[in-house]
Structures are given as structure tokens and as C-alpha cells.
């Protein structure tokens, strides 16, 4: 059983790396890009005799093209504009809370403080000050609009990113692209913090909610997996409305949803992973001390973003076998 593992993962990886010539048949050109689609046969993603085999070559498939459309270049592109945006947005949203007439500044440092590492706290007690003292009228009005630009360009780069996929080489107009991007930018920012109440505030959600119903006590395990179910079909909706919108061009949203599970799955994975290695292991705060924070969410970031476009790679691969099959279908292709 242990031999036949590493020969998987062997397989696997020499389906990736191997071979140079097959990636030197993609054409790079997306007005040729239709060339390229015409040299990869449907039927090289269906050789194989078992279900693993055929999971590898279109793995494969994908990575190959993923690499050819440079795709990480794209990442981190979004990346950086989100990065940008990110630290305007949270000094909106604390100024917002500040001024909700229900919550007051000791329950968000009771909220806020058990979520964050120690070295950050009087940062955080500082920040919470400063906003008490400044103006939130005029606060939230510049950093709003600097949060949205800023969030907007990374949105643009997503959406640079899908066209390329897609082979899109006649863009929108620059304003229309630029509103639809803020519009999205504000969907991201909404998800954003309710998946952050989801997971960060949703145990002291679950306590107050067993606290005030005590009857629901025995459905605690319920709840917590229904926390996580919410979460992924938020991701999964929003990933389909993303892949659905932000192209120039049409697409269908059933289509889309593959893609969107896959992104989705791997945003709570790689969100997972990250959590368990910012606890358990330091070794990035040897290297870059007070900065660890920062440095792992910029990583997380670029690697959720990649992760965004694989989704869309797969979608890519699954509409062009379905027009293909269709073809052969209509015509009597070989």
C-alpha cells in the first residue's frame, strides 16, 4: 500500500514537470489562442484505465495551462492593490462600529483581543483610542474612498486575470470596468467580514447563542458544522457570481459553479492550514519578528488568489471539452 502512494505521487509529479515540448505547443498569443485549444484532443484527458490516472492528466492539463497563461503574475497584481486597500478598509470598519449606537469600545477589545497575537494588542487599544478622539464623519469618508480605489485595482487584476483565461482580448470600457470592480470590491469587503464573524467571533456567537437557549445545547456540534457550511456556500456563490461577471463574456452560471466548489474548498483549506501553522510553527517570526502577521496574510492572499484562478482554469477546461463534444456531435468530427 505505502509503494503504490509514492508511485502516485511520483506519477504525479512527472506528469507535471516532464516533457518541456508539450508546454512549448501552447501558443502564447491570445489571438491564437483558439490554435492552441485545437491541438489538445478530448480524448488525452480520458486515457487511462481508472479514475486517478484520468484525475492527473487533467490536473496536468490545467497546471500546464495555468503556467502558460501566467497566472501568477496576475496574482500578484490583485495582491498587492488588496494588500493596499486593506489597511484603509479596517480603519473604515472600525470608525463604522465606533458609531453603532449598540457597541461600544470594551466589548470590541473583548471581541477583538482574544483573536489577535499579544504583540499587536496595545496597537490595537491604541487604534481604538485614536478613533474616539478623531472625527468618524470625516475619518470614514477619506478612507472609504481610498479602501474602495485601492480594492478596486485588485479587483481590476482579477478580472485582467479571467480574461486571459477565458481568451478575452477586447476588454470592457475602462469605466464601466472600474464600477463593476468597486461593486465587487464592496461584495468582497461584506464577505469578507462575515466570514471573519464566522470564524474568528463564531465560538463566542455559539456561547452566547447556548447561553441565551439553553435547550440548544445538545446541537452544538450541529452548529459549528453548520458555521462552516454557511461559509462555503458564501465562497461558492461569490466565486460563480465572480467568474459569471467579471469576464467579457458570456457564461453560463451552472457552468461556473465546478470552479467556484474547488476555489472554494481551497480557500477554507489553505485558510485552515495557515491558522494551524501561525500556531504550532514560528520559524517566520525568527525572520521577520513584530511583521509575522503581515507577512503570512500577504502570503495567504497571493495564495488563495492563486487558487481563485485554477477554479477558473478548470472551468476553462470543462466548457471547452463540453463545445468539443458538442461539435463531434453535430458535425461527426473525428
Known sequence: MLFFYHSCYFSL??????DVEVKKSFDLSDIERKGMTDRIPPSRLWKGQDLMLRLLLFGRQVYLKYSMDEMSVYAA????????????FFMVLLALIQVAPMIHEADLLRFLLPAIPGRFQGLLIYLLDSLHSDS?????????LAAVWSAAKGMLGIEKGLNRVFGVTSP????????LCSVYTLAF??????????????SFLQEMLLKWFPALSYLSGMISLGRGLVMFIMLMIFFTAIYTALPHRRLSICGQIPGAMFSAAGWALTS??????FRYFGTY??????LTAVILFMLWLYVSICILFVGAEINWFLLFYKE???SIKENGLP
Open 13 to 18: 509529479f512527472m506528469l507535471i514537470f516532464y
Open 77 to 88: 497584481q490583485a495582491s498587492f492593490f488588496i494588500i493596499m486597500a486593506a489597511f484603509p
Open 136 to 144: 468618524p464623519a470625516a475619518l470614514i469618508s477619506v478612507t472609504a
Open 172 to 179: 470592457r470600457n475602462y469605466i464601466l470596468r472600474r464600477a
Open 189 to 202: 469587503s461584506l464577505m469578507c467580514v462575515t466570514s471573519l464573524a464566522l470564524l474568528v467571533f463564531g
Open 272 to 277: 485552515l492550514a495557515f491558522s494551524v501553522y
Open 285 to 290: 517570526a525568527v525572520t521577520y519578528g513584530s
Open 324 to 326: 468539443k463534444i458538442m
